[in-house]
């Protein structure tokens, strides 16, 4: 069977994910881009493959190119390719680019986001979205309140007071390197539109969920382990971890409670309102080797001669994130996570970097875009101690028309 492009963009990005999700969770500028120049390097390999075949079989067909991975570009982002491809070919790409101010446009910036949800299942369950134009966002800022009943021509009873709570979307500048090489911009715009799609998609979903998993709130994202209760001890930026709630099981009185928790309403003090909590919205987050060493056998049933995987007393997500540390989980309420990433202003949204050396016939540039996330309130999600979680699940078995069940280690 005939390799798509899509199918070898996906492996090429399979290759490199442990190595890119590592640095972006260390934080180290060097670690990071040698993990991306590899990464781009491939991409980069990987386009100029898949356009080399369509070139010669089709001579860039729109209906091929579309089939393979590239879009039919709008008029606004041909303009901001070939202006792209004039300045790097310039004498002085350098100067060229640092001087081109035409801003990435928000088509490109929306499909990147799309591609994200695609291929990273953790993001797509969070409100994810392209912030190009928003400063803030509004919650519900009380309770639910009741109506009352009363006789048809009689007073009204009662009035509904609302309100809402504004959270400011402080942007933090989010960079990732692009690695131009010169052949790719003979290509084409399609093609640069390509690689340019597939190679920050990743590097941007992979910084994306280590700040919303974990992110301090310094210049990132306030991840979903932070305490962001009025009364965190918040220092030079960075908010405190949540105290752990420490769990051995996954069993039904265990999910329950921690269900209980979640359902708290967030703007009453006293502690005695609630809210619903659709159980399909609840996602749980491990660490890799806590969820094969652990999760797994929990969460895996022999049922009629037949494995179930990730089951649950309730219809909730199971993911791995090495943005956790072995030990913790987290579990909380996925869509109540707001991220967003948008163009960086008026200015050019690739410019030039002097982090990375130039390599023969390629040129190092950095991808600058803007983007925040963080829970909508303190208590949507449950930072979790999964360090002594039992393993031990109960076995279905099917006799004779009976259900019986046995512990099974």
């Not at 075949?53 to 070939?82: P, S």
């Given at each position: 069977m005939k390799i798509t492009s899509k199918d070898l963009f996906a492996q090429v990005k399979k290759q490199h994910e442990t190595a890119l999700a590592a640095a972006f969770k260390s934080g180290d500028p060097e670690q990071m881009a040698t993990a991306m120049t590899a990464f781009f390097d491939g991409m980069n390999e990987a386009v100029l493959q898949?356009?080399?075949?369509?070139?010669?079989?089709?001579?860039?067909?729109?209906?091929?190119?579309?089939?393979?991975?590239?879009?039919?570009?709008?008029?606004?982002?041909?303009?901001?390719?070939?202006?792209?491809?004039?300045?790097?070919?310039?004498?002085?790409?350098?100067?060229?680019?640092?001087?081109?101010?035409?801003?990435?446009?928000?088509?490109?910036?929306?499909?990147?986001?799309?591609?994200?949800?695609?291929?990273?299942?953790?993001?797509?369950?969070?409100?994810?979205?392209?912030?190009?134009?928003?400063?803030?966002?509004?919650?519900?800022?009380?309770?639910?309140?009741?109506?009352a009943w009363g006789k048809i021509t009689g007073p009204v009873q009662k009035e509904i007071e609302g309100g809402v709570q504004e959270i400011a979307l402080t942007m933090c500048k989010l960079s990732a390197f692009l690695c131009i090489s010169m052949d790719l911009v003979e290509l084409g715009p399609e093609w640069m539109d390509t690689y340019a799609r597939e190679t920050l998609s990743e590097a941007i979903a992979c910084a994306?969920?280590?700040?919303?998993?974990?992110?301090?709130?310094?210049?990132e994202p306030i991840g979903m382990i932070r305490d962001i209760s009025p009364s965190a001890s918040v220092q030079d930026g960075v908010y405190p971890k949540q105290t752990p709630v420490k769990i051995k099981k996954l069993d039904p009185k265990t999910m329950g409670a921690l269900l209980k928790k979640l359902a708290r309403n967030p703007v009453d003090s006293t502690g005695n309102s609630a809210?619903?909590?659709?159980?399909?919205?609840?996602?749980?987050?491990?660490?890799?080797?806590?969820?094969?060493?652990?999760?797994?056998?929990?969460?895996?049933?022999?049922?009629?001669?037949?494995?179930?995987?990730?089951?649950?007393?309730?219809?909730?997500?199971?993911?791995?994130?090495?943005?956790?540390?072995?030990?913790?989980?987290?579990?909380?309420?996925?869509?109540?996570?707001?991220?967003?990433?948008?163009?960086?202003?008026?200015?050019?949204?690739?410019?030039?970097?002097?982090?990375?050396?130039?390599?023969?016939?390629?040129?190092?540039?950095?991808?600058?875009?803007?983007?925040?996330?963080?829970?909508?309130?303190?208590?949507?999600?449950?930072?979790?101690?999964?360090?002594e979680l039992d393993s031990v699940v109960s076995t279905i078995v099917e006799v004779s028309g009976t259900v019986a069940t046995k512990e099974q280690a």
């Open positions: 898949r356009a080399a075949e369509e070139i010669d079989a089709r001579n860039q067909d729109a209906t091929i190119l579309t089939a393979r991975g590239a879009n039919v570009l709008t008029a606004a982002e041909r303009d901001y390719y070939d202006g792209l491809a004039k300045a790097l070919k310039s004498s002085d790409p350098r100067a060229a680019v640092a001087n081109y101010e035409v801003a990435m446009p928000q088509t490109v910036v929306e499909r990147i986001i799309r591609t994200i949800k695609k291929t990273h299942p953790l993001l797509d369950k969070l409100n994810f979205m392209s912030t190009a134009y928003l400063s803030r966002i509004l919650v519900n800022a009380k309770p639910a309140q009741l109506a994306c969920e280590a700040g919303a998993v974990a992110g301090t709130g310094k210049d809210r619903a909590v659709d159980p399909r919205d609840i996602i749980l987050v491990f660490n890799p080797f806590d969820y094969w060493e652990k999760v797994f056998a929990a969460t895996t049933l022999l049922v009629g001669g037949q494995y179930m995987t990730n089951v649950l007393p309730i219809p909730a997500e199971i993911f791995q994130s090495s943005a956790l540390a072995q030990g913790e989980a987290v579990i909380g309420i996925a869509p109540y996570y707001f991220i967003g990433v948008g163009p960086a202003g008026k200015q050019g949204t690739i410019i030039p970097d002097d982090s990375v050396k130039f390599l023969e016939d390629q040129r190092a540039y950095k991808a600058k875009l803007q983007g925040n996330g963080r829970p909508m309130d303190q208590y949507a999600f449950l930072l979790l101690d999964v360090s």
